[in-house]
């Protein structure tokens, strides 16, 4: 087990080659700009840019400038002008990011990705052929999987960007601006590449401790140079040739010693390590323009409602998953009357959701999709539902919830309503991973399951995560998408359907979660809290009372209850009147679950990280049962003055794991922690606790669980993923079993149907075995344009499931030859009656010119274009080298006054 996960981690060792990924990987000062720094506050420049222009209706215009500079938090609540989370555009920003840093282990060793070893025209085609991947993924329809692949794209383009500022000398040039042509191959400025032939570095000085001195060391000054680092597609280093530099490079102690790379502020890893800031702020501004202004941006190329989706500014979707057979009658009714007068109440506050989403589902069929923004329309909408069928009682639930999760906005909130229970429970492995990829979460209200016979009415229960097996599918759905699960009587629906006003929310936070075996329960309300939510089951599902009590000992006032069953309240507290330790007293003395909700700006986000490549990355998949993983805290909100304490690990038992944090910052200023922590328990929330910015104890819990698996799903090192037209692509991926001996089956999907086969389709495997799955793709033979997709491998026991996702596209054949050098030509003949002094006489009317020259070009075939006279011109191959090496003719007719 040990020695596979090693072997494949071994395989893809290497060194930092560019500016370094993030801060988790450490031997950086905290000033010192990362990949993810850079892309965090270039696309922060970008979207701010367009808020700026581009209002919400019936508000004002920004002024320019009025955005700038704000983090994610001040930027939505400037913007929206109420307290609205980020959240969603920071897991759009992650993905973004996560393609960048993945560049360093899925491509490590390919020189085009970094600039390096004089490869900047192969530089600039990658850079551009991820970009067209990136437009092709949002072409219309925008799918969810078409989303993930465009921001992984978009990633990886920016990483190719942002490396040409640190590893060429366009800094040392004396640009004061970015290079448009990168991206802009219709630029008319261009800079000529440094040929081979020619020395562009001379030796840097070493000083007493061993540190290269490396001023004004490169020869090249109008010419377009990049420093030189062995990788697998680099094997020397020419002499005469720049390198790349710093204790990382292994050749900086040969001539020419020392290197250009402005990486990091450090002159041990960095020889230009003075121009650091400089590089970087050019890689942040050229980040920017990836995105907007510029007449290559993706704005230009895209309309705004897909520049929206792709940054996730669109708000949240409230979404109906509706069984509508005969027998829900009444159970949609319910939902219309109740749920619609809930919406309405917040369908002018900032807490509305963007749009609203129905899916139907039956008995072969489900949906389609209906959409609107209007809330009548959701109603009408409703009304019209016709019910029928049913007889067989299970449905097609979760293909109903899987169409909703391709619809909805990230982050959203569903809500799925039967009383059958689910025909398609094939589909659970493929819902989750889309609940993993969206963040949405939901919630099952549920009036009746099956039978032997057919439908039956339930007595109620409402469950959420704990120590005990599932009831059934969607209880597991909802408690591993963060959700309730409900089940209830039909008559009594109406009074659990106020559990909706808790998704009515713009900036829901999780204050605390826990078990209590007693009576009396403490948490923590802390300035940044603008109401509390306050949610107490009784795990004997017994009757019990509660009274909530302020830090003064009052009973709390401004309270709404949303739901008030036998054995589970939940009571809203807005306004909040008092701040400090708060109270929940229940009686009799039982085993409670206690859940501590409200609204606030104040919450963080959290990356859990391995070592890759001698960096720290964030995992794919989900991580394994019993290993211990780097978390990465970033505080959002208004964080100044925020310490953050402790790491707390929540299990599904109740029991908890605390772990100091150690606080540190970024770039941009953010409040960033790292800590080790086991993974002990199937299932875990993350808590975080500290001192907010007025010195109040706060804790935030992570608002979906974190599972974890027995078996493993890895990428074997050194894979392309790009395939040509016509041609097929084989993808491998290493499965170890980490648990107990089981029967494992494979399946494999990619969301533009490039799959033709794979194996094996199912194995034994012994505990700590593993097994190579192969799936092989092929592109269509006239795909004549860039097509990128997203490839799931899964793997699945009785009591295991994970997956690993690999992004895969098709690249013509000539997506990747840039020629930035231009041909050089020779004037062979010249024939030109009119001299200089006849020029202006009459005779020299309707004189023909005549010109004969060649041209060649060493890269590319050349075309020759004229003007005047287009069509005076003709040209044929001069030899053997086909059209790279032609000779031209040229008459012109004068016409001389």
């Known amino acids: 087990m040990l020695f596979a996960r090693a072997i494949l981690l071994l395989l893809g060792m290497g060194a930092v080659n560019g500016f370094h990924p993030n801060h988790e990987s450490g031997d950086l000062d905290p000033g010192d700009f990362t990949d993810t720094d850079i892309t965090e506050k270039g696309i922060l420049k970008a979207v701010s840019w367009f808020m700026e222009t581009s209002p919400i209706p019936g508000k004002f215009p920004k002024a320019p400038g009025e955005l700038a500079d704000k983090n994610s938090t001040e930027l939505f609540k400037a913007y929206f002008e109420a307290d609205v989370s980020p959240d969603r555009f920071v897991k759009a920003l992650e993905e973004i990011v996560k393609g960048n840093n993945q560049v360093e282990v899925d491509n490590g060793e390919d020189s085009s990705y970094f600039f390096h070893c004089g490869e900047i025209a192969k530089s600039i085609a990658q850079l551009r052929a991820l970009r067209k991947a990136m437009l ?12 993930e692949s465009a921001r992984l794209n978009a990633g990886k383009a920016l990483h190719v960007l942002q490396k040409f500022y640190s590893n060429t000398n366009w800094v040392e040039m004396g640009n004061d601006d970015i290079y448009e042509f990168l991206i802009n191959e219709d630029s008319n400025v261009t800079v000529p590449i440094a040929p081979a032939s020619i020395a562009t570095c001379k030796d840097c000085v070493k000083n007493i401790s061993g540190v290269y001195t490396c001023v004004d060391n490169i020869l090249v000054k109008d010419m377009l140079v990049s420093g030189y680092k062995i990788s697998a597609t680099c094997k020397t280093k020419p002499q005469g040739q720049c390198g790349h530099g710093g204790k990382n490079d292994t050749t900086q102690d040969t001539y020419p010693t020392g290197g250009i790379n402005k990486e990091t502020s450090d002159p041990k890893l960095s020889p230009h390590a003075h121009l650091h800031k400089k590089a970087a702020e050019l890689a942040i501004q050229a980040t920017k323009n990836f995105f907007v202004e510029g007449d290559a941006s993706l704005l230009t190329m895209v309309d705004q409602e897909i520049f929206r989706k792709f940054f996730n500014l669109k708000g949240y979707s409230l979404v109906f998953v509706i069984d509508t057979t005969s027998s829900m009658a009444d159970d949609i009714a319910q939902v219309k009357e109740k749920s619609i007068q809930l919406i309405q109440k917040f369908s002018t506050l900032p807490d509305a959701p963007f749009n609203y989403i129905v899916v139907p589902f039956n008995d072969p069929d489900h949906g389609p999709a209906f959409k609107t923004h209007n809330v009548n329309e959701l109603k009408n909408y409703i009304s019209r539902l016709t019910v029928d069928g049913g007889d067989d009682c299970p449905e097609m639930s979760l293909s109903g919830l899987k169409l909703a999760l391709d619809e909805s906005l990230p982050s959203s909130k569903i809500y799925s309503f039967t009383d059958a229970s689910a025909k398609d429970e094939h589909l659970k492995e493929q819902v989750k991973i889309k609940i993993d990829a969206t963040l949405s979460e939901v919630n099952y209200l549920l009036t009746g399951t099956c039978s032997k016979r057919k439908r039956g009415s339930v007595t109620k229960r409402i469950a959420r995560a704990s120590e005990r097996g599932y009831e059934n599918i969607y209880e597991e759905i909802a408690t591993y998408s963060g959700g309730f699960y409900v089940l209830t009587t039909k008559p009594e629906l109406s009074r659990v359907l106020g559990v909706m006003e808790l998704s009515l929310n713009a900036a829901p936070v999780k204050v605390t979660q826990a078990r209590l075996d007693g009576t009396r329960f403490s948490f923590p309300v802390d300035e940044t809290l603008t109401e509390i939510t306050v949610s107490v089951k009784n795990m004997r599902s017994s009757r019990f009372s509660m009274t909530i009590r302020t830090p003064s000992g009052a009973t709390a006032r401004n309270t709404k209850t949303l739901i008030d069953t036998t054995n589970h309240k939940i009571v809203k507290v807005s306004p909040i009147q008092e701040r400090g330790s708060w109270t929940v007293t229940v009686s009799p003395s039982s085993s409670y679950e206690v859940e501590i909700g409200g609204k606030s700006l104040l919450d963080f986000s959290y990356q859990i990280m391995q070592k890759q490549r001698d960096y720290m990355l964030p ?37 908890a794991r605390s772990v100091p944090l150690n606080q540190t910052s970024d770039a941009l200023g953010n409040v960033l922690a790292i800590a080790t922590l086991p993974f002990d328990s199937s299932m875990s929330l993350l808590k975080v606790e500290g001192l907010s910015p007025n010195n109040l104890p706060f804790s935030r819990v992570s608002s979906s669980p974190i599972r974890t698996e027995s078996v493993e799903v890895l990428p074997l090192p050194g894979q392309k993923g790009t395939m040509s037209p016509g041609e097929t692509l084989r993808l491998s991926v290493v499965v170890v079993n980490d648990g107990t001996p089981a029967s494992f089956s494979f399946k494999v999907w990619d969301d533009r149907s490039f799959l033709r086969s794979f194996s094996p389709k199912s194995s034994f495997l012994r505990t700590g075995q593993n097994i190579t799955l192969t799936a ?27 997956y690993l996702k690999l992004p895969i596209a098709v690249i013509t054949e000539t997506a990747l030859e840039t020629d930035i050098t231009p041909p050089g030509y020779n004037l062979m003949q010249l024939k030109m009656p009119c001299a200089e002094d006849s020029q202006n006489q009459p005779e020299c009317f309707r004189h023909i010119w005549r010109m004969t020259f060649s041209v060649k070009d060493d890269h590319s075939d050349v075309n020759v274009k004229v003007n005047p006279n287009p069509t005076g011109v003709s040209c044929h191959p001069a030899g053997t080298d086909g059209d790279k090496d032609v000779i031209c003719d040229y008459k012109f007719v004068s016409l001389c006054s």
Do not use: C, W
């Not at 092709?136 to 989303?147: D, I, K, Q, R, Y």
């Not at 505080?635 to 100044?640: I, P, Q, S, T």
């Not at 092989?776 to 295991?800: G, L, M, Y």
């Open 136 to 147: 092709v993924s949002l072409e219309e329809p925008v799918t969810l999987a078409g989303l």
């Open 776 to 802: 092989t793709f092929e592109a269509p033979v006239r795909q004549d344009k860039f097509v990128s997709s997203i490839a799931t491998f899964t793997a699945e026991s009785s009591t295991a499931q994970n």
């Open 619 to 655: 995992i794919q998949g989900r991580p394994i049962k019993g290993s211990s993983y780097a978390i990465s805290l970033k505080m959002l909100g208004d964080a100044k003055g925020v310490k953050v304490k402790h790491l707390v690990s929540i299990s599904e038992r109740g029991t």
